[in-house]
């Protein structure tokens, strides 16, 4: 099992920034990526950005620079730098273990214009 536990969201005008967080607990030696997804009402979950056991990093194109994922140890971090409205959505952290999915709980992040 895994247990993801995100923090960082919170309410910023546009233009401003955010740092999330997503600390993974239990079995994560087996993991080889961690995620950020985020889901706005009555849609699917998007894939934000990727970061992989090497160090190797991928990004939505919607993110157009803006954001950085960076890992340390067991924690995994969304650096969101100006942020837009269209950012306005509730974060979730991811990894897998084998076939399983494990998702954390979320943290909200409005963007106010």
């Known amino acids: 099992q895994v247990q993801l536990r995100e923090s960082g969201g919170g309410l910023v005008r546009a233009g401003g920034s955010l740092r999330l967080s997503c600390v993974a607990s239990g079995s994560i030696s087996s993991i080889n990526f961690m995620r950020w997804y985020r889901q706005t009402p009555g849609n699917d979950r998007e894939l934000v950005a990727s970061i992989f056991r090497g160090g190797d990093t991928d990004y939505a194109d919607f993110v157009e620079g803006r954001f950085t994922i960076s890992r340390d140890d067991a924690t995994v971090y969304l650096q969101m730098n100006s942020l837009k409205p269209e950012d306005t959505a509730v974060y979730y952290c991811?990894?897998?273990?084998?076939?399983?999915?494990?998702w954390g709980q979320g943290t909200q992040v409005t963007v106010s214009s």
């Open positions: 991811n990894v897998w273990r084998g076939p399983v999915p494990f």
